[in-house]
Every structure is written in C-alpha cells, then in structure tokens.
C-alpha cells in the first residue's frame, strides 16, 4: 500500500484517534456510514466541533464531509500549533478534545497554546483534573518535560457547563525510545475533590469517603479540596473526585467519578476509591486510560526497540493496536505474564520525527 492511499473504515466509533493517527502517519483516511442507520444520520455537534479544531491545529488538512454528514475524508496537512481558541459544546467534555491535542501538539511547528471552553468533567471523558496530574506527567516518559502546562481557570460542571482551560505544550523534535518494565508497588495517593456552586462542604465529605476506603492500604494519602466560587465556578453545580496513585518507579494508575444528580458526595468518593483500587489490581505501567498514549508514543519513537507493560487490554486498545497498524504498517509483540496478569508490549519504533520543527 502507497503512502498515499486512502484509508477506509465504517462507522462513528473511533473517529477520533482514527483522525489523529491520518494526521500523524499523513494517510488521508475516508470514513463512512457515520450512523447512516440512526433516526438522526451524520455526524454530532462534537465531532463536528472535533474536526474544527483539526483544522486550526493544522496547516493545509482538507476536510470534505457529505451533505447528509454520514461520510468524511480527510486529507492531512502539517502540524502547525500556535494559538488555539475553542468553544466546546456541552454533549462532551473538554478531555475529550483534549485528548487529540495531547497527541498532536508535541509534534507541531511551533509551541501549541490552546484555550478550551466548555464542560471540565463528566463521567464520559477523561477529567482536566487527571489529565493534568496524569496524562500530561506520562508524557516525561518519552522525554517531553519542560514547559507542559495545563491550568484551569474555571471549572464547569454538566449540563451547562463554563469552565475553561489554557493548554500548552512545546515541541520537540523526536520522542525517546520507551523502556518501562517494572510496575513496582504504589507508594502514595493524591487527588483533588472539586465543587463548584454547592456548599464547601461537599469536597470535606467526599474526601472523608474515600480516605476511609484506602486508609487500609495505604498511609501516604493527601487528597486536596478545590472549591470554586463566583464567576470561576462554571453555569452548574457539580462535584467529583479525581484520584491518582503513583508507584516506587513513576507508573500512574488514575481513577475519577462526576457526581450525577442526586448522588450523595460519600457515595462519590467511596465508588471513586474502588474504581482506583480495581485499576491498581489491573497492573502496568500505564493504566487503562492511557494505554493509548503509551502505545502511539512507542510506535513514534526512533528506529529502536520500546518495551512496556500494561494490564489488560481494553476493547478501545484492541481496535487502537489494529488501527495503528493500518496507518503506520507497525504491528506490537504481546506477551502476556500469567504471573502478574499484566500484558509485555514490543513494538520497533517507526522513526517519526517533527520536520515541521525549527532547527536551532
């Protein structure tokens, strides 16, 4: 297959990191039956709103989409970075755009500096709270360190939404090679209890929950309270939990619940605490969250052997590992360790690197 055939694949699930990958590996990629069978065909207000920021992230991407909105190609341009300014509609939240600049941006022209408005967390995407503390910290794995930020200056809460958050990432030149083995044994918890537009409180009890569900297990806890008043508070009053255990070797395991309406803040931060705990029995260096990140950043890296390993697959990942290997012809050595009941993950870096980068 030439580099410049197009791909094809059916259906709306997906279509996100399916338009990453185009990007990345510059295959154009045609996708089509978005939901051609539904009561409302086509394409979502959020994909739609995806696509836009796509486009402002990148330098000459022509996108075509069919007048019922069931089909789309993509022909990829360059990176570009810069500054970005989105308005994000509240059917997702703001992770979930988050999430494609975070693959994206390390690899642009120049600096990316993206501000995004909209929802901050729901229990759908991924939380800014766990994408500051976790995903963003992975990226030091692969040597992107200095002058990662992502700061929330105002938090929204479903349905309404308001928050707002100021994202930005410097670029580099090439990621290093991955060689993360050892999972070692966690050694500390931290996490944020957030509240916006409801009593103080609030964030004091689901702290109290969730302490005494992992105080079995653990001394090292610290879990901070983040209150939001006035116009930093969003449209909507919400509260949730974000919580992330780190090991003795710097694998991250994160965990989160958005309270829904009606639910008690105790119920949050105990249901929270179990959900990190089950992750932290899934085992790996990276947690079912990220597996995504680790397993793209591997197949980037140099022309070298990147190793890691990771507990068990999820659906998402299976299709990832498929689709990485439709765009980048790189397929990934699975080893599964009965005895730790974790994954061992090879792959041969295809030796990507960021042309678009100045060189000083």
Not at 19 to 48: A, F, M, T
Not at 214 to 239: M, Q, W
């Amino acid at each position: 297959m030439s580099k410049r055939d197009t791909i094809q694949f059916e259906g709306h699930k997906f279509l996100k990191q399916r338009l990453v990958l185009s990007i990345l590996s510059q295959r154009p990629v045609r996708i089509v039956k978005i939901r051609s069978d539904d009561e409302n065909p086509g394409l979502r207000d959020y994909e739609i709103t995806l696509l836009r920021l796509l486009d402002k992230a990148t330098n000459g991407s022509k996108f075509e989409i069919s007048h019922t909105g069931t089909s789309v190609l993509l022909r990829p341009g360059m990176i570009n970075g810069g500054r970005i300014e989105m308005d994000c509609p509240v059917s997702r939240a703001i992770g979930y755009y988050l999430e494609a600049l975070v693959a994206l941006a390390p690899f642009g022209k120049e600096q990316m500096t993206a501000v995004l408005r909209g929802i901050t967390m729901n229990n759908t995407d991924l939380s800014v709270d766990t994408i500051r503390t976790a995903t963003l910290v992975n990226y030091r794995n692969f040597g992107i360190e200095e002058g990662v930020e992502l700061k929330i200056t105002k938090r929204g809460a479903p349905p309404k939404g308001g928050g707002e958050v100021r994202f930005m990432c410097p670029v580099v030149r090439a990621v290093k090679p991955l060689n993360f083995v050892d999972q070692g044994k966690i050694r500390r918890i931290r996490g944020i209890a957030y509240a916006t537009r409801v009593s103080p409180q609030t964030a004091n009890r689901i702290v109290e929950a969730a302490r005494g569900e992992l105080n079995r297990f653990i001394p090292d806890i610290y879990i901070y309270t983040d209150v939001y008043k006035g116009a930093e508070s969003g449209l909507s009053p919400g509260f949730g939990l974000s919580l992330v255990a780190e090991s003795t070797t710097g694998a991250l395991m994160t965990a989160e619940l958005c309270a829904n309406p009606g639910d008690a803040p105790e119920d949050v931060g105990r249901d929270a605490a179990k959900m990190l705990l089950n992750e932290i029995v899934r085992g790996g260096c990276f947690d079912s969250s990220h597996q995504w990140m680790a397993l793209l950043m591997m197949v980037l890296g140099p022309e070298h052997v990147s190793r890691t390993r990771i507990g068990k697959l999820t659906p998402f990942t299976i299709q990832y590992l498929r689709d990485i290997r439709e765009f980048f012809n790189t397929t990934f050595k699975i080893k599964p360790d009965p005895e730790t009941n974790t994954i061992a993950m090879t792959c041969l870096g295809s030796g990507f690197t960021n042309v678009g980068k100045k060189t000083t």
